[in-house]
């Protein structure tokens, strides 16, 4: 297992570009098995998360190529039992269970495990599918799932923390081939999700509302490939202007949408920081002495919670209070006690924490525990003074295209070291 070396103190400075979204790529690159036809999918970004989903689809029969940032699917034949191991390993594996029932009306994916972020579970995911007509059961941890006529319902799928994204996915995908029209209410509104119907119409399919609280779906009989670009990671950008604020540099990001990111650049704003918009750029510093700010993460378009971890370190290098409340993952503060290895003073008070900024912070070895929480880690590593080493940095690679490159092409002193 690899690990990162980072020698705090260097204000990160210059350019750096924002590679295409996993959390769209992921459903895109499912959605691909409702076709027979060539699917061409551009701005992937090299994760291992993309690793696996392309090993899930050629699983399950698909013809994949991956060249660059571009990956062709072809699903002449496919079958619609995923390989247990696999689909196991990653959450996001679960998107497989729409397209699946929508092109073979069975299906049989094993039940996606919880991670350290929460038990993730798949209730809501189930239900709309039930509601699509579809019989399932949990059998010796697979989802065992059969829809012979699948059709169209009117679904209301928001659960106790809101909406559920890969499950507005799952569902939109099931339904673009279901008999007659679904309606999507409490849909979730994020970015990706928009990104998965422009594609998913691109195919021929014809949904409208993406993006809304309500999404409706007519049904087709059959879709067709189609060529698509993944938008940009928001959650990439978003963290890359955090680090350019914690460690007082000034970065140019490129390609980044900053429409998708207006809660993250609110709270950076309110927080004493500049963000130039510049075309599909954004020109990130400090504007001044940082502020300490309260955040709370929200479904769309409130402040997302794959940018809580980051912005902590924030608020852990500001003077002051400030109080982070996480109201998506029930579990989402394993950074915190890492953080505190570096000196940090936060303490967790059920869903909050509470920063109490401003303290200098020291190198030391700390642990990597979920995708996020890494980047908050390697963050915190690059403005602490000395030495600091991230274990585990395998989460980082599920969700960050070759971020050690491109810290260091901002100036941070950062490698990657096999595990000390
Ligand atoms: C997606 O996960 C993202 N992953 C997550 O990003 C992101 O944090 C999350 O959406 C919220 O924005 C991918 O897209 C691959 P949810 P997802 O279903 O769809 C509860 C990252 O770091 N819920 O929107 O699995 C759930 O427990 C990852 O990139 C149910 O109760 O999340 C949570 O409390 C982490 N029942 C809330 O809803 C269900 O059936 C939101 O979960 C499904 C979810």
Known sequence: MDSLLIRGGTPLHGEVTVSGAKNAVLPILAATLLTAERCV????????????????????????????NTITVESPQ????????LIRKMRGSICILGPLLGRLREASVSLPGGCVIGLRPVDLHLKGLRALGTSIEVRNGNIVAKAPDLRGAEIFLGGRSGPTVLGT?????AAVLAEGVTIIESAACEPEVTDLAVFL?????????????????????????????????RIEAATFAIAAAVTNGEITIKGARAEHLGAVLDKLREAGVSIERKGTSLIVKRAGKLRPVDITTMPYSGFPTDAQAQMM???????????????????????VPELARLGTDIAIEGPSAIVKGGKPLSGAPIMASDLRASAA??????????????????????????????????????ERVAER
């Open 313 to 335: 370190v924030l608020m852990a290098v500001t003077e002051g209070t400030s109080i982070i409340t996480e109201r998506i993952f029930e579990g989402r503060f394993m950074h």
């Open 78 to 85: 496919i079958k619609g039992v995923g390989d247990y191991d």
């Open 201 to 233: 119409n691109a195919m021929g399919a014809r949904i409208t509302g993406a993006g809304s609280p309500t999404i409706t779906i007519q049904g087709v009989s059959k879709l067709h490939g189609a060529e698509h670009e993944v938008i940009p990671d």
């Open 41 to 68: 999918i551009r701005r992937v970004p090299r994760l291992s998360d993309v690793t696996f989903m392309v090993q899930i689809l050629r699983s399950l029969g698909a013809e994949v190529a991956m060249e660059g």
């Open 169 to 173: 996915a799952n569902v939109m995908m």
């Open 377 to 414: 880690l390697v963050i915190a590593g690059m403005v602490a003074e000395g030495e600091t080493v991230v274990n585990r940095i395998y989460h980082l690679d599920r969700g960050y295209e070759n971020i050690d490159e491109k810290l260091r092409g901002l100036g941070a002193q950062i």
